[in-house]
């Protein structure tokens, strides 16, 4: 039940048949330092994935990769037994080493045992939405991606994953998983400085498929720009709630996870991302990317 009088910036999207609010939240910040390990506020993870819930959110973005497994498990110890509006998107390709990097996972076996994993730290029997997570922690890749990507639409024949997604992925490597499967969501890094994926936004919300993007207040390089603070002094609010509007205006098909280990910066963002844009502020913010 939401604590919130008024709707959350954005409204709503579809993906496939499941509703979730656009405003949505990345669990990646719940883990120790890294994304290793557990939090150093454990009661505190907690109480941010409850204000999550308390807020209206609807959309949950994680990985069994955080932590490894723990934040899927402070979520299954935050939230079980889950809201029936809430929506759970985890993804798959990527395991974890001593050391904290991210090596690729994705052969078919791989894949298997991590939906499992997943299935079992969430306290879940179906998973919502499955992201196969493609390239590295570099970026993205070049190169097929038909054998993990029919792995998983065998999952989902078996009834373990409700619906589709791509992570990481090139505008080819999205347009194969389309023509083996139908996928509801892309996740890739983009932002207001960020701009790669402007025209692949733009193809996917013709085709009613979500664009997610991470690192949407630019990840662990908080986003710095002098445009962005001088819209956002003018406005008088943060250079993230400015960050987050535009990416609510940039497109319809725009879901947003802004990640956070602080209940008071999640209610900051879920109130500035709804500051309305003018043209002008608008094409002032277009030129940071360009
Ligand atoms: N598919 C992939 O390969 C991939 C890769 C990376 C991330 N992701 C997903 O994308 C989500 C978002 O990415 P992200 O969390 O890495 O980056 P982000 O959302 O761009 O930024 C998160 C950072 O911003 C800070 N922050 C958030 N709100 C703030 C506020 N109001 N004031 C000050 N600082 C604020 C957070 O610190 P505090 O904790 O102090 O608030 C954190 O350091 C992740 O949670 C994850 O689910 C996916």
Redesign the pocket.
């Known amino acids: 039940m939401s604590t919130l009088s008024a709707p959350l910036p954005g409204g709503t999207w579809t993906l496939g048949d499941l509703t979730v609010t656009r405003f949505g939240y ?4 719940l883990a120790g330092p890294g994304v290793m390990g557990p939090p150093a506020d454990h009661d505190g993870a907690l109480a941010v994935l409850r204000e999550v819930v308390d807020l209206g959110i609807t959309h949950l ?3 069994d990769a955080y932590g490894p497994h723990l934040t899927n498990r402070l979520i299954r110890e935050a939230l079980h037994p889950y809201p029936a509006s809430l929506r759970i998107v985890t ?1 798959v390709g990527a395991t974890r080493d001593r050391q904290g990097g991210w090596p690729t996972a994705r052969a078919p076996e791989d894949l298997r045992r991590s939906v499992h994993e997943n299935l079992e730290n969430l306290g879940v029997e179906v998973l919502d939405v499955v ?1 196969l ?1 493609l390239g590295d922690a570099q970026g993205t890749q070049a190169g097929s991606l038909a054998e993990p990507f029919e792995a998983l639409v065998e999952l989902q024949r078996q009834g373990l994953i409700r619906h589709l997604g791509v ?2 992925a090139t505008a080819e490597q999205v347009a194969e998983a389309q023509a083996i499967a139908p996928i509801v969501c892309v ?1 890739n890094m983009y ?1 207001l400085a960020y701009r790669r994926d402007d025209e692949l936004i733009d193809a996917l919300a013709e085709d009613g498929v979500a664009y997610v993007p ?7 390089s ?1 986003l710095q720009s002098s445009a962005l603070s001088s819209v956002a002094a003018r406005l008088s609010t ?1 250079p ?1 709630s400015v960050a987050l509007a535009w990416l609510l205006q940039r497109s319809p098909n725009i879901l947003l ?6 209940a008071a ?1 999640l209610r ?2 879920v109130a500035g991302a709804g500051v309305p844009l003018t043209g002008a502020e608008l094409a002032e913010l277009d030129e940071i990317g360009r």
């Open positions: 990345g669990a990646m910040q973005d994680t990985s993804k992201n997570r992570s990481n996740q932002n991470f690192f949407p207040l630019g990840g662990f908080p943060t993230m996870i802004p990640g956070t280990s602080s910066h900051e963002n």
